[in-house]
């Protein structure tokens, strides 16, 4: 069974302050998708990462894809009220052809003004 | 681009009712489309994977009877919870993609399905 480890589940800072969450698997992975989502939305798709090591960034969102694939990390900078949600990272494993996802636990956000 | 939309966003119904959820890939043809289903503050569950012109795939666990999924297009998926329960109550997301390994998955708003 193939298991997609997110940490930490829930998460509570100031503004300002910076904070990474990781996403760990046993199995290698072709791609890595991290979704943020808002409370009676759908998940709205923040990047993919394909290559081992890859470092992607989108403003104070910074992505990283380990070497071997099998894990990677959301690291965020001085983050803002406007960062609260739900983070969740998504796997694709080699063995699937068929675009199937699996999902971490997800990752509540909480940044206080 | 890469917009789905997901029909209705809320539905509260008698227990013993059957609903139907619409999920539509606007801009693009899904070959494939995938059924969560989400607790609060959990992550997504998957229940089934649907193909355009083929019977849906269920993940251990899900009942097929009790969830009917129709992917008669490569725009439309539906989802039909038969019989409704206070216990089906939960937050239903659909996602379409093009199928292939790689791609991302493009998700609709939700449907908030409430069984009284």
């Known amino acids: 069974t193939q298991l997609l480890e997110q940490s930490p589940q829930f998460l509570s800072i100031q503004e300002g302050e910076n904070l990474t969450v990781y996403c760990n698997s046993s199995?290698?992975?072709?791609?890595l998708q991290w979704y943020r989502q808002e409370p009676g939305e759908g998940p709205v798709l923040l990047v993919t990462?394909?290559?081992?090591?890859e470092v992607k960034k989108l403003k104070r969102l910074t992505f990283q894809f380990g070497d071997a694939r099998k894990d990677s990390s959301l690291h965020i900078t001085a983050a803002q009220p406007g960062d609260t949600g739900l983070y969740l990272c998504?796997?694709?494993?080699?063995?699937?052809?068929?675009?199937?996802?699996?999902f971490g636990q997800g990752t509540t956000l909480q940044v206080k003004p | 681009g890469a917009v789905v939309s997901q029909h209705p966003s809320w539905v509260i119904c008698k227990s013993g009712t059957s609903v139907k959820i619409e999920c539509r890939s606007l801009d693009f043809q899904a070959t494939t489309m995938f059924w969560y289903r989400q607790f609060p503050k959990q992550s997504l569950m998957l229940m089934a994977t649907?193909?355009?012109?083929?019977?849906?795939?269920?993940e251990q666990g899900v009942e097929k009877d009790k969830f009917l999924i129709n992917h008669a297009s490569l725009t439309l998926s539906t989802l039909t919870v038969t019989s409704a329960h206070p216990e089906d109550s939960s937050f239903y997301i659909c996602?379409?993609?093009?199928?292939?390994?790689?791609?991302?998955?493009?998700f609709g708003d939700g449907t908030r399905l409430s069984i009284l």
């Open positions: 996602s379409a993609s093009v199928g292939y390994s790689n791609q991302p998955q493009h």
């Open positions: 990462v394909v290559t081992g090591g």
């Open positions: 649907s193909n355009e012109g083929s019977k849906a795939t269920y």
């Open positions: 998504a796997g694709d494993f080699t063995s699937s052809n068929t675009g199937k996802l699996i």
């Open positions: 199995s290698v992975f072709s791609s």
